[in-house]
């Protein structure tokens, strides 16, 4: 049986403590830890390193750490951000949950940085790249997690994995852990959006397709909910009825979100 996979990115050379007891811990929880360093991270000898890292990030990781200590690590040549920003980047844009780890000594002085930009804070990071990934991360209303030890870390991420297996135990007994089986009756397109995109059947979801209940599109469908506006889009592709698709657009459902 395939275990979970936790991807952990950092900069390895400064957080190579926290790394190693991160991958001790998550075997013991029975997990898959997905860690550049070592001989198990899938690699492809003909891609660049670069190229590997959001390769992994993104199709061998079920969940991704992200910690954030004192250094930038290297950076791309062509977009000019570090591995670690776009293993973290990877993820995001293709739903992965990811769990922000900032350093504590780093976060403090983030507020100071803010305010002098060209000081001198190399006794604490190395460029001040390191800030601007922090306030980028912040600017976005993401959730993070301070810590000064790693212990604090595992203990964050056990009770967060139990918080997401609990969520799933809910699911399941309400009988919604298997989106595909409300759409039973669809085409084989629209079963595909719901199982790929199931985030679009949760209540957040639904409430932006309040507004779509007014229309009537040519294909039939009901415009009760986003997801409804998925199951359009499946249709007007099938059909080719594409002229049907900017109404769909308009409810949040674009082609380059759904990535179909």
Not at 46 to 52: F, G, K, L, R, V
Not at 53 to 67: F, P
Not at 114 to 132: G, H, I, L, Q, R
Not at 199 to 221: I, N
Request: hydrophobic share 40%.
């Amino acid at each position: 049986m395939s275990k979970t996979r936790i991807f952990v990115s950092s900069t390895c050379y400064d957080l190579a403590a926290v790394r190693e007891d991160l991958r001790r811990f998550l075997l013991q929880l029975g997990h898959e830890p997905i860690l550049s360093e070592y001989a198990s991270f899938p690699v492809n000898p003909n891609e660049t390193a670069i190229a590997n890292c959001k390769k992994n990030a993104k199709a061998h990781s079920d969940v991704l750490v992200l910690i954030v200590g004192g250094r930038r690590g290297a950076l791309d040549p062509a977009t000019g951000k570090s591995i670690t920003n776009l293993e973290y980047e990877t993820a995001r844009d293709h739903g992965i949950p990811c769990f922000v780890f900032i350093n504590h000594a780093v976060l403090t002085l983030l507020p100071v940085w803010k305010k002098n930009p060209s000081a001198d804070f190399s006794p604490a990071v190395d460029y001040p790249e390191v800030f601007k990934f922090i306030d980028r991360i912040q600017t976005e209303n993401r959730w993070t997690f301070v810590f000064d030890k790693t212990g604090e870390i595992q203990e964050c991420l056990s009770n967060q994995l139990s918080f997401m297996f609990r969520e799933l135990l809910g699911r399941y007994r309400s009988g919604t852990l298997d989106p595909v089986a409300s759409y039973s009756s669809e085409s084989p397109e629209a079963q595909r959006l719901a199982l790929e995109k199931p985030a679009v059947l949760d209540k957040q979801w639904v409430k932006r397709g309040k507004e779509a209940s007014r229309l009537r599109p040519q294909s039939g469908a009901s415009w009760g909910s986003t997801a409804a506006a998925l199951l359009l889009l499946a249709r007007c592709r099938e059909r080719e009825v594409w002229h049907s698709a900017p109404k769909a657009e308009r409810l949040g459902a674009k082609n380059e979100w759904l990535d179909i």
